[in-house]
């Protein structure tokens, strides 16, 4: 759907583009799936922008106001936008130390706990109504007026200091944070043997939760 959304709207900018897209996930699966059906979710655009450089005036230093000339240098910077409902996390690493670009939308958050009472919800053990972990989802449209499909989202401008990310369900972070993450493959070019590496650590940490990871 996120294709589809682009699609339909180019001008618009990514972060909205993915709200617009969560929504329209979160709608379909609350229309085809069962009312206690739900998912976390996080996901992960990467595109080069450009960027023009006018140059000043030598003598009153101040921008020289024109069209795209020869006196325009063109570059080039890679932005990265993340999205995610629920405890999914996207994990970059910046010189070798994890930036968390995603936020865990759990009942133990104070800010999505007072969000949920406001609503007319309670959380008790840190679960909305006694029930779910998490306060963002896809689905769960049982408990919907309260659990919503909004997205948190970010917008990163990657360097040649950001050598890889990761994206990964709470079957990893329950049992890993997220500098041990980025400690453990660091030194793996291979994405493929990076990903079973982290999913082996979490295996051997004894995991009870789903497992996913890129």
């Known amino acids: 759907t996120f294709q589809d959304v682009l699609r339909e709207n180019p001008h618009l900018p990514i972060p909205e583009i993915f709200h617009l897209a969560f929504l329209q996930a979160d709608k379909q699966l609350n229309q085809n799936a069962g009312k206690h ?13 450009d960027v023009t450089e006018v140059d000043k005036d030598v003598n009153n230093k101040e921008p020289v106001t024109h069209k795209e000339t020869k006196d325009s240098k063109k570059k080039f910077k890679r932005v990265l936008y993340t999205a995610n409902v629920g405890d999914a996390r996207a994990v970059l690493s910046r010189n070798g130390k994890a930036v968390r670009l995603s936020y865990d939308h759990k009942g133990s958050d104070p800010q999505e706990a007072k969000r949920i009472v406001d609503a007319g919800g309670f959380v008790m053990n840190n679960r909305v109504n006694g029930v779910l972990a998490v306060t963002r989802s896809l689905g769960d449209s049982s ?4 659990v919503i499909g909004n997205p948190y989202t970010a917008e990163t401008v990657l360097t040649e200091k950001d050598p890889f990310l990761i994206l990964a369900c709470d079957g990893l972070w329950d049992v890993c944070d997220d500098q041990g993450a980025v400690d ?3 030194d793996i070019a291979d994405p493929q043997v990076a990903s079973k590496t982290l999913i082996e650590h979490a295996l051997q940490k004894f995991s009870t939760d789903n497992l996913s990871v890129m």
Do not use: H, Y
């Open 37 to 49: 059906s739900g998912c976390t979710a996080i996901s992960a655009f990467l595109r080069l922008e």
């Open 143 to 146: 408990m919907k007026e309260f």
């Open 184 to 186: 453990l493959i660091k």
